[in-house]
């Protein structure tokens, strides 16, 4: 047997302090890796609301929606609410096409790419700053919205709570489902995304 291949435990000692150190540190980054992977799993962390298996389609508030346990059991309500793709095909709508954006949501500023638009267009994607996650809130609250006019939301998001949510978004750039809980544009948006068809 070769001298850099030891046969016993004695024999490790006689390893060079590098090859030593090697071994206890892959021990401990693997240790880490399980910590890691543990630690977010246990917690209720935002990393859950990226999850889209557990969430699709799913009729739930936004202040549920930060607390979800993707461990619950039993049946979930399925969500009837659609995304805008839906409502820019529909040929009927639960109010005017041509109502205006900041007619709902009046905190709209003269300044915002939706500001002087119908809610047709904003859901057809008729906005400027077309690559701006902060622009592709529009469609998704217009969307909600319109859902909650068509009753299919009632359980979970009012059309009250739609306008609550847009102005706030509108004036601040967030929204807080929750008083220590702050949404960004694109978590807004991911909440959408998880809970319309």
């Known amino acids: ?3 850099e291949q030891p046969t016993n435990k004695d024999e490790t000692s006689a ?8 071994s206890v540190q892959s021990g401990v980054n693997s240790g880490r890796r399980r ?13 859950t609301l990226a999850s889209r298996s557990a969430l699709a389609a799913e009729a739930i508030s936004p202040s549920g929606f ?3 346990n993707q461990s619950r059991h039993g049946a979930h309500q399925e969500s009837r609410a659609r995304r805008p793709q839906y409502w820019a095909t529909a040929s009927h709508w639960p109010i005017d096409k041509d109502t205006k954006f900041n007619q709902i949501f009046h905190q709209c ?7 002087n638009m119908s809610c047709a267009e904003v859901i ?5 700053h077309q690559g701006s996650t902060a622009n592709g809130v529009g469609p998704y609250l ?3 919205y319109l859902n909650a006019a068509m009753g299919w939301t009632e359980d979970y998001l009012t059309t009250s709570q ?7 978004w509108l004036t601040t750039g967030i929204f807080r489902p929750t008083a220590n809980v702050t949404w960004s544009s694109a978590q807004i948006i991911n909440y959408f995304q998880n809970t319309q068809v």
Do not use: D, W
Not at 15 to 22: G, T
């Open 1 to 3: 047997m070769s001298a």
């Open 15 to 22: 390893l060079p302090n590098a090859v030593q150190q090697a």
């Open 35 to 47: 910590f890691t992977k543990a630690g977010i799993a246990a917690s209720g962390v935002i990393v």
């Open 66 to 68: 930060v607390s979800v």
């Open 109 to 115: 500023s003269h300044s915002s790419a939706y500001h």
């Open 124 to 128: 057809e994607g008729k906005r400027g």
């Open 142 to 144: 217009v969307a909600a």
């Open 162 to 168: 739609c306008v609550i949510m847009g102005n706030e």
